[in-house]
């Protein structure tokens, strides 16, 4: 088990991981050989997400033997979570449709999970050469091109117009009424676990989902935003948990400011 105290310790490692999953995945990017096909639950995989899954998997065992491992890619290795004290939650391709439009915005996630609650994670976007990571007691930090910069939210203005995240290739009815209930907005839209990090860094105040996500789409970017000092809460002001016995996340809203939430939640 790693100690939560001395999370610092792991992060080169983790970071290394990232990378070269990365390297896997931009292979499969830039040739014509994809292998797309649809997954039982009718989204898409292709070879790039079992590249990275298969990187990311071999490099964690060998590592930390004793750690379990959750993957969106191979419920062979997934277990149930629920009661389990410590696990790594991954995504080894968030943003399947980005990656297979062209567009850039697709991540590499990887979480540590710790009594339900993401302590660290590393949202990695290959094509981008943009890695987000952060976690508890260690801050959050933005590195592009490999130059590393401490990020944080921004600072609350009641007065200012609210920036909007939203779901580039997921962007559903409910979550559409939701911020037009909010007035005059900026909005932005975005692929992947990106939204959350755009938030972590300044650029956005807010990204609501008010629509079906998995452990494995939040975990990472979830810890990145906290310790940025941002929070990510169900409709009832909970933050999100997990190795719950329903990988499914509820609907939810991440900001830069707890402060938002009762404003937010009011227009529901």
């Keep these: ?10 992060v080169p490692i983790l970071k290394k991981i990232c990378f070269e999953a990365g390297q896997t995945v931009m292979k499969v990017y830039a040739s014509n050989k994809l292998g797309v096909r649809e997954k039982l639950d009718k989204s898409l995989v292709t ?19 004793n750690i379990s491992i959750v993957s969106e890619e191979d419920t062979s290795i997934s ?19 980005e990656f297979l439009v062209g567009s850039g915005e697709f991540t590499i996630n990887i979480a540590l999970i710790h009594k339900t609650k993401a302590v660290m994670g ?27 910069t401490p990020i944080q939210v921004a600072l609350y203005n009641p007065g200012a117009i609210k920036r909007i995240e939203a779901s580039k290739s997921h962007l559903n009815d409910a979550t559409t009424s939701f911020i037009e209930s909010l007035g005059e907005v900026e909005l932005s839209y975005t ?11 300044g650029s956005a ?17 979830q810890a990145v935003l906290e310790a940025a000092g941002g929070v990510v809460v169900d409709l009832n002001g ?11 996340n509820p609907p939810f809203i991440a900001t830069s400011n707890r402060s938002l939430i009762p404003g937010l939640l009011t227009v529901l």
């Design 1 to 10: 088990m790693i100690n939560t105290h001395h999370l610092n310790d792991f």
């Design 122 to 148: 590393f949202v990695y976007a290959p094509a981008m050469s943009l890695l987000y990571w952060g976690g508890q007691g260690l801050g959050a930090y933005r590195m592009l091109d490999r130059v590393e």
């Design 47 to 65: 070879l790039a997400d079992l590249a990275s899954h298969d990187y990311i998997v071999e490099q964690l065992k060998k590592t930390w033997p």
């Design 238 to 248: 909970r933050s999100l948990v997990y190795g719950k016995s329903n990988i499914l």
């Design 205 to 221: 105040d807010i990204y609501p989902r008010i629509a079906p996500t998995s452990e494995w789409d939040t975990a990472a970017a």
């Design 79 to 97: 277990f149930n979570s629920n009661g389990v004290e410590q696990f790594w939650l991954i995504d080894p391709l968030d943003g399947t449709k």
């Design 191 to 201: 692929g992947s676990s990106l939204k959350f990090c755009r938030i972590a860094e």
